[in-house]
């Protein structure tokens, strides 16, 4: 085994991680390029794991209030104008519509990379009261940024995301709808995608183009790379007041609500084939897969089996999404690889003697261990061993994060830290922004977060020596 | 009651049918309008009511093999223009992006007024045995067409809608794809909407740019005006040749498959409106509506009222779509009407009185019709009451269709009956170009289809008098 390739053209892991990426997202069949540059096509596979998330949270944000929407794709240049941060951000890098039903544009739009301008003039046409208060929108949707290095999911100048956008009274309710919603993201990460996660708040430098502070979920790659795979944003009343939205407050004072944004995309499905896979290729983690168990019929030409792996596909499909992979034009050993490629959780192996002693086994794509189960239990057994994937998917994840994680009491230590593992490199930090820079510019790495959770390593600040604030973690980022 | 507003406000449907829409719309939040001309905001209460109608169609579209995938927004030039009457068709009405990330772009790039040239072009690189197909693939997406009068939902340059793409490797098993995504169209109409369809196929005329054949389901508002409310079309090869996607069929010859689409879109939402609605505002089908059952409490701040309208709340609402309307600086004359305007289904009173007397009073939005109930029998009455109502409001739009449809036998009979009744009028007709379009001239009505339910009214074609072919019918148009 060691690191063999087990499916032709997929590069190994260990040789050119980027490589191995990009060969498991088109073999996969998860998406492909397109003649669009910069946008990938997502295909029914990959198309179904995002499904599978969106379902998940949207019930999630509905348990929480959420009351989904839709507005234009096209913003008007006047309004992207209006708050000097956000523009600055995202002027650069947005796509402009100039010439439409055969006429040029008096006033150009933009095709939306984030809605903040949208939400924020529609709210400030419909508040007037304390009672419409708060307001907690959300829409699924496309959204486009002009990135000039791109790769599928993980930067795609269109993806899909959601983008919740809500208003409230106070500071204080805003900020608990900004920490609510990142939590909602950690429970996606971990325990949808079973991926650990890193929650903290991004550093002023890092933090989104308008906000005052930003929240965020980071995750950590196979190889170390971090990854930002979700954000919440308190705004305060930064467009609130850019965009003259008031109400009447319970004193009948006019006054400007507060405000927050948080969105969760397409990339994630990026993060789950960089933090999961291998040299196998794709490893799904069992509650987003849109197939959880395939049923590979051994000998099929055989009396009787294509006809107990038809009954168990009846059986077995009211509890899990399955698959009977019968095709007559592929050998048993090239669908064993297939699957295991495609990173379905559980395959099982049925032939005329497993029949014969009335059992069926069942092999495990994260451990590739294998078991012999009674049919008669199968059913309880699958339910057991997608739980036990998840949770096994979930530590193994955890031990490259433990793995990977240092402490650097220098600058020379963080660059040799990342230099040896990658990973998060955990330092004490000052609050300044030219050691924010210094790290950025000596090792590459970018501040992943303050984490929530603080520990005091050293009163000195690991880059200019002087008194510490916080803890930070750093990392290299995809 | 008669012709009276009941709500303040909303115009008269009978005096000026288009204000009353509109102002449905706005008042009853379902959209409004934004910053971007001739793209409208859908609000929560509209957006609820697209969920509802997109999971329903969802499902269906599985049960047949349908798999969902997303591809670019942006489509190149060169693509749209490969297909003559496609693009004929669509290029006066594309929107055009010309600049991006600060540069102009070397090659112009139209947002999607539908994605025949981009799935095509996909298709021709994945596909390459008999083995491939079908693919059967649908998007749920925005699109875009710079219309040049617009309607919330009607006619917006921007809407939502589902657009499934197929290619198959016989003539026949696209015909009867097309056919069967316009029976669920048909039964996503009809079942979930309540309002009767009239199936057929459209001219040659009226038919999709770059179709062979094009299926329509049309429906018939309050007005008696005509509205195409979902489309399947069959391509025979025209797109697979343009776009040379080709396969090794059975016999292993190169071979061009049979394409086709369809499409269902936030159109609907208009058709909801404009079938059911009265001067009291909405009336929602309830499968679909948002909110199926509003309790409204009598007397509230009485002592148990409260108490007891949250324990029906409560109980209630694991069976149905249910709110409790507590406001307490809103009278209960006004909670009427509003939720009455808004379209729910069902109100429930419950005042004091009633809980004494262990009942609620049930009012239906359909026929203002009242009722008692015991409180232990309400569950079960609802569910029973929900499916009356869908009923009869299914009744009464067939009972205006039948009203409003007509025979002709000359020019000036269709006009003569579009005149007094609108609706539909059925005539014979010859197959010919010209006849079609001396009745668009001489009555301003376009053909809706060809039914498929065909009936023999005379041997002559109503306009020019010549052998006719077929039985056409005829009718004013949103």
């Not at 509905?62 to 104008?81: A, M, S």
């Not at 030409?301 to 999404?321: I, Q, T, W």
């Not at 997608?386 to 793995?403: A, Q, S, W």
Request: charged content about 30%; aromatic content about 10%.
């Amino acid at each position: 085994m060691g690191n063999d390739n087990f499916v032709k053209d997929i590069t190994n892991i260990e040789d050119d991680f980027t490589k191995w990426y990009t060969d498991i997202v088109l073999k996969a069949e998860l998406a492909d390029y397109t003649d669009t540059k910069g946008c990938i096509a997502i295909k029914p596979y990959g198309y179904a794991i995002w499904e599978n998330i969106q379902k998940y949270t949207d019930n999630k944000f509905k348990e929480t209030g959420v009351e989904n929407v839709y507005f234009p794709v096209l913003i008007p240049e006047n309004l992207l104008q209006k708050e000097k941060d956000h523009v600055e951000g995202f002027a650069p890098e947005v796509a402009w519509v100039t010439n439409a039903g055969g006429e040029e544009l008096e006033e150009k739009y933009c095709i939306r990379p984030t809605s903040e301008t949208m939400f924020s003039i529609l709210y400030s046409k419909w508040l007037s009261s304390w009672r419409d208060l708060p307001m907690i929108y959300n829409q699924w949707c496309n959204v486009l940024r002009w990135e000039k290095e791109t790769r599928p999911f993980l930067r795609s100048r269109e993806f899909l995301w959601q983008e919740g956008h809500t208003i409230h009274e106070t500071e204080n309710e805003a900020k608990e709808r900004t920490v609510k919603m990142l939590e909602i993201y950690a429970d996606v990460v971990e325990n949808l995608l079973a991926i650990p996660v890193l929650k903290g708040i991004k550093t002023e430098k890092e933090k989104f183009a308008g906000a005052e502070e930003t929240y965020t979920v980071e995750c950590l790659m196979h190889n170390g790379r971090a990854l930002q795979s979700a954000t919440s944003h308190y705004f305060g009343q930064n467009f609130t007041k850019a965009f003259d939205v008031r109400f009447q407050n319970r004193d009948g004072k006019e006054e400007y609500p507060y405000q927050t944004s948080w969105g969760l995309s397409t990339r994630l499905i990026g993060s789950i084939i960089m933090a999961h896979g291998d040299n196998r290729g794709l490893k799904l983690p069992p509650k987003v897969a849109p197939i959880q168990v395939v049923i590979v019929p051994i000998a099929q030409h055989k009396e009787g089996v294509l006809d107990k792996a038809n009954e168990l596909f009846e059986d077995l499909k009211k509890n899990y999404r399955i698959k009977l992979d019968d095709r007559d034009n592929y050998s048993t050993g090239f669908k064993f690889n297939d699957w295991e490629m495609r990173g379905v959780p559980i395959r099982i192996e049925i032939g005329p003697r497993d029949i014969e002693n009335g059992v069926a086994v069942l092999v495990r794509r994260d451990t590739c261990e294998k078991e012999t189960v009674d049919i008669s239990k199968l059913n309880e057994r699958i339910g057991i061993l997608l739980e036990e994937i998840h949770n096994n998917m979930y530590n193994m994840c955890l031990e490259n994060v433990k793995n990977r994680t240092t402490v650097a009491y220098s600058l020379e230590e963080i660059e040799e830290n990342l230099n040896k593992n990658q990973g998060y490199v955990k330092t004490m930090w000052c609050e300044g922004l030219e050691c924010e820079n210094k790290v950025k510019e000596v090792t590459g790495a970018h501040s992943r977060c303050i984490p929530f959770e603080q520990e005091v390593l050293h009163k000195k600040c690991a880059i200019c020596g002087k008194d510490a604030k916080k803890m930070i973690v750093w990392g290299r980022q995809y």
